[in-house]
């Protein structure tokens, strides 16, 4: 157990704090730290998981750079962005209230905060076929054994490797995991920031505009954030035609990171193991739904 006050007086200089645990998110214990009138957020991942938030916070504080608020992470006395010990960092907190995207004008400012993100990102266009540069390699592997597990996962996987691999697609910076809640709108300044950037990599722009329509329920209910971000984005009309087959990218990377939770019996997040189940269940289904590219 991390005392965090401990921590942030021997780290950060920090003392007389106030620190309370923060509910939510399935991959990390998060706590609101309170120091001189200024509130942080402190975060702790699985050692594990040190690598991938080390890389988020250094995108964090590019793209804070570039004014996308991001939550920025505060580094340590001697200079660090985390204590690779405890897998600590320190963030900037970002005010206001975490958004649904279940009305339209919310839609509308996930779409405008995401199109930011990406065109902030020097967006290029890309081959996705690189044999060193795989996007999401680790995830859309057939042959991991907790794929081979689901017979049905590892064909999903050799699928959508199959239709997206070969296109010639806009790269650019990618937040990964763009649910509404990730998105703090500030109702007295107007602005709305994006946080939880662990993840956070460059790759194809379609894959953040395919997680935010799996996570607003379909493109159906997420019309108003398509809308909006076909208008502000960095990606063509053409380009759009494609939405379909990351869909399906993203409901495999779904699934597989259900998969290796299920296997591992996985509870991070203060989450059952029936939740995992369900998980991985939800992103067969959604699968089903959105129907084989091959046909």
Known sequence: MIDVAATL?????MDSVAVRPLEGGMNSDTWLVEHDGTAYVAKHVPATALDDLVAGCEVAASLADAGVVTGRPVPTRDGRIALADQALVLLEHVPGRELDGETDDEQRRIAATLAAVHRAGDPSSEQSD???????????DPGLPEVTRHPWLAEAVDAVRAETDRLTLTWSVLHTDPAPEAFVHDDSTGVTGLIDWAGARRGP??????????????PDHGR???????ERGPLAPEEMQHLDAFRRMREAVQGVYFARRVTARDLTGGVEQADNEKGLDDARRRLAEIGDGRR
Do not use: I
């Open 205 to 218: 722009v379609l894959y953040d505009v395919a997680s935010a329509v799996m996570y607003l329920g379909g």
């Open 9 to 13: 007086l021997s780290h950060w200089g």
């Open 130 to 140: 690189h044999s060193d540069r795989h996007f999401m390699a680790e995830w859309l």
């Open 224 to 230: 108003a954030f398509l809308g909006t971000y076909a």
